[in-house]
């Protein structure tokens, strides 16, 4: 079965400093990995997916995201953080090639410090 | 912008009350996932469902709950009778497509029971 680790539950950070907030994943085969964001009292929204193509993909609000195969990662980075960037982010995780549902890390609180 | 609806946002029950929430996905989105979210715990898929048949019901406690679409439209999720462990955030979310295409997440019922 799938898993997803998100290796940081908690990760403070002052305004306009740069973040990564990693996720790892546990498959043999090919997977589909998404980036959600909830923030306070409202649903989850995705910031980026990766399905096929290049490693590098770029979402919203200036986020972005690198698929690393050989050490199952899918981190993601921000150059620049705002305080509006105070939420939870969920790494998720699907198996490829088939009907497969989405797995869901823990998820990484962001807390930005001004 | 077209939003998932749920209802109620809250709600508050005693064990072994019967409970239900209610969720309307985006106009043409033929898939519907129900998810739990413990505090502090990522999502988890409860079931999902394709037009109004469900492909996904590994992880729905069947002796308890149970799940409806019966228009391939809104759907309703019910809990009897609650447990004091149902306590979580219970998530609607729709896309068009299963699997890959980037899921809609309405605001969630925050069910406490006691």
């Known amino acids: 079965a799938q898993s997803v680790t998100q290796l940081d539950s908690q990760v403070p950070v002052f305004e306009e400093a740069p973040v990564e907030l990693r996720c790892n994943y546990s498959s043999s085969v090919s997977v589909y990995l998404f980036w959600y964001v909830q923030y306070p009292n409202q649903g989850l929204q995705l910031l980026l997916k990766y399905l096929s193509g290049s490693t590098l993909v770029k979402g919203i609000n200036g986020f972005e995201a690198e698929f690393n195969k050989s050490q199952t990662s899918f981190h993601l980075r921000k150059p620049s953080v705002h305080i509006s960037d105070t939420a939870e982010y969920f790494c998720?995780?699907?198996?490829?090639?088939?009907?497969?549902?989405?797995?869901f890390g823990q998820g990484t609180r962001l807390t930005i410090n001004p | 912008e077209a939003e998932v609806a749920q209802s109620p946002r809250y709600k508050i029950t005693e064990k072994s009350q019967a409970v239900a929430f209610w969720c309307d996905p985006i106009s043409g989105h033929a898939t519907l996932y129900w998810y739990r979210q413990i505090l502090g715990q990522g999502p988890e898929l409860l079931v999902q469902f394709q037009d109004e048949s469900v492909v996904d019901d590994s992880q729905l406690p069947k002796d308890r709950f149970s799940a409806e679409r019966l228009k391939g439209v809104d759907s309703t999720l019910k809990i009897q009778p609650a447990e004091l462990g149902d306590s979580a955030m219970y998530l609607c979310a729709s896309s068009l497509l299963p699997y890959t295409d980037t899921q809609y997440f309405g605001p969630g019922t925050r069910l406490t029971v006691l």
């Open positions: 998720a995780v699907s198996q490829g090639g088939g009907a497969q549902k989405l797995v």
